[in-house]
């Protein structure tokens, strides 16, 4: 399922830490978690990535739901990632 514009622009957490790193690699002023989204979620607002603009990466735990090989058991777990992220200075409608 689609994620709507709504959705895009709400949050089920807030990472202090990674709204830092967002502040210190952006000079333009823009706000974490208001001027700054990933890539799906600029796209569910109906805008795209300008061609060759350089994203910053964030550190985010991913929960997966992973099958048991043993017990067959659908079990949750956690993976570390890095998600780019642009600001509204690198993206178009």
């Not at 979620?41 to 994203?55: D, L, M, P, T």
């Not at 048991?68 to 992220?85: L, Y």
Request: include cysteine; aromatic fraction near 8%; hydrophobic fraction near 35%.
């Amino acid at each position: 399922m689609a994620m709507t514009a709504e959705q895009a622009q709400s949050f089920q957490g807030y990472s202090a830490t990674n709204a830092s790193l967002v502040r210190q690699g952006l000079d333009c002023g823009c706000e974490p978690y208001i001027d700054v989204f990933t890539f799906k979620r600029w796209r569910a607002q109906g805008y795209h990535v300008n061609r060759g603009e350089q994203s910053i990466r964030l550190p985010v735990i991913i929960q997966q739901e992973v099958k048991d090989q043993e017990t067959g058991e659908i079990r949750p777990r956690k993976i570390m990632s890095n998600v780019p992220v642009f600001c509204c200075h690198q993206v178009s409608q």
